[in-house]
């Protein structure tokens, strides 16, 4: 039987809290609480914007004048890339929040949120090489952007295989925490691979300092989709999160009991 | 607080040294990290010997020969530009669809002696554009933009142009 989960009572842990600290939802039992009323908004909101934003680029939007219906896989590749990268930062500030502040669901969440950024790396990754194969001519080719993606991948399986590697998880976070640290340094890398040295991938289209080269029927749908797949992957985490909370205080009252039991014997 | 002000410069003065040495690596190996060469940069560094190289550049127009060549496979005579420079490239076989004149490619091959380029995969890139076909059209036939000639105007003219109340592709 593995140590005794940190996370076990419905009271605060092992400092008093601030109410309007992130601390406040250092107690287990609150968190709980506070997302078990929001999550059957979000699952809704969730289900619902991205149901519009793929009916929409999927069947309701133009094609472009040059690549056609092909085109339509930018609205699953290019929110998976975001989300890919944005997911990233994300894993950087649990970290942070983990190593600097001993933050417990911070862990927690960083160890559920890293195999779902992993699926959208690879989800990135394969809607990119069948959108390559049409347009380019090639399902893959070792340029700078492709390279940094499929670094970040790693690093997303890195950490979802580190910080479960150690039969201390606080050891593993903490593992994790500075893989997750010393792997940001590639986000930079990716978002500006385009700029920094010529690539076979395209430049920015959304994020430029002009306008967007995207006509707005085609970049609406994208804002949608983009939107849509954010909820859900937060969703997703959040929800992972929540599991892995009630799942540890499962295991500390069966620890309990069995330590009971010892105590008692039948 | 100490010991978490602590943890905070500890992590800053890594994250400082990390980044550091990952932008002193980037710069150092700048070359490796480029997929393709320009015409004005082969033309500079003129690349010897059998190393087969990437050239890239836009197509430049009227410059697009096809034919089909001994062997009965089609082939194609075309130039690769970058404003200031050009080279002339030969490839057989079949080009991707989104060959065009004015379009990105990128081309790996060898240099030849006469300083042309004997080209055995071509790539497509396409720009970071992207309109409905009745926004391109319009834009052609309004004299606005010629896509042979190169990239189409700046987005602010046309990415909220009307598609002329059609719904749909």
Redesign the interface.
Same mark, same amino acid.
């Given at each position: 039987m593995d140590h005794p989960p940190a996370l076990t009572t419905g009271t605060t842990p092992h400092r008093p809290a601030g109410p309007r600290t992130l601390h406040r939802f250092a107690n287990p039992g609150r968190f709980l609480r506070a997302t078990a009323r929001v999550m059957p908004f979000l699952w809704g909101a969730s289900i619902l914007v991205l149901g519009v934003g793929l009916a929409w680029g999927l069947?309701?939007?133009?094609? $472009?004048?040059?690549?056609g219906?092909t085109?339509r896989i /930018?609205y699953v590749h290019v929110p998976m890339a975001w989300l890919a990268m944005g997911g990233y930062t994300g894993l950087a500030v649990l970290s942070?929040m983990s !190593?600097?502040?001993r933050h417990p669901l911070a862990d927690l969440t960083a160890r559920e949120l890293s195999p779902v950024g992993a699926a959208a790396t690879a989800l990135c990754l394969v809607t990119g090489s069948l959108w390559g194969k049409?347009?380019?001519? *090639?399902w893959w @080719?070792?340029? &700078?952007r492709l390279t940094s993606v499929l670094v970040l991948f790693f690093l997303w399986l890195g950490h979802a295989a580190l910080v479960r590697a150690f039969d201390d998880a606080e050891r593993g976070a903490r593992a994790g925490a500075i893989l997750a !640290? @010393?792997g940001i @340094?590639n986000v930079p890398?990716v978002k500006f691979s385009v700029d920094?040295?010529? *690539? !076979?991938h395209?430049? &920015?289209?959304v994020t430029?300092l $002009? &306008?967007?080269? /995207?006509? @707005?029927?085609?970049?609406y749908p994208l804002l949608t989709c983009a939107l849509g797949f954010t909820l859900l992957f937060g969703t997703v985490v959040l929800a992972r999160t929540r599991a892995a909370v009630m799942e540890r205080r499962v295991r500390a009252l069966q620890f309990a009991r069995a330590r009971r039991e010892d105590a008692v014997p039948a | 607080m100490t010991r978490k002000k602590r943890r905070l410069m500890v992590l800053l003065l890594a994250g400082l040294g990390l980044g550091t040495a990952t932008a002193l690596t980037l710069t150092a190996f700048q070359d490796n990290l480029v997929f393709f060469l320009s015409p004005s940069d082969v033309i500079a560094q003129r690349p010897t010997g059998d190393r087969a190289i990437r050239l890239g550049g836009l197509v430049e127009t009227g410059s697009v020969e096809r034919r089909t060549g001994a062997d009965g496979r089609p082939a194609a005579t075309f130039r690769i530009s970058d404003g200031p420079n050009a080279i002339s490239v030969t490839y057989a076989g079949v080009l991707p669809d989104l060959f065009r004149e004015g379009q990105g490619v990128v081309t790996l091959g060898r240099l030849l002696p006469d300083g042309s380029f004997r080209a055995t995969e071509v790539l497509a890139r396409h720009d970071e554009t992207y309109m409905p076909p009745e926004v391109a059209d319009a834009l052609r036939r309004s004299g606005h933009w010629n896509p042979s000639q190169g990239a189409a105007p700046p987005a602010e003219t046309w990415n909220t142009a009307p598609r002329n109340g059609r719904s749909g592709g």
């Open positions: 069947w309701f939007s133009p094609p $472009d004048w040059q690549q219906e085109v /930018m942070v !190593l600097i502040w049409p347009m380019w001519g *090639t @080719v070792w340029d &700078a !640290l @010393v @340094v890398i920094w040295w010529n *690539t !076979l395209q430049p &920015a289209s430029r $002009d &306008a967007p080269g /995207m006509h @707005v029927d085609i970049l | -």
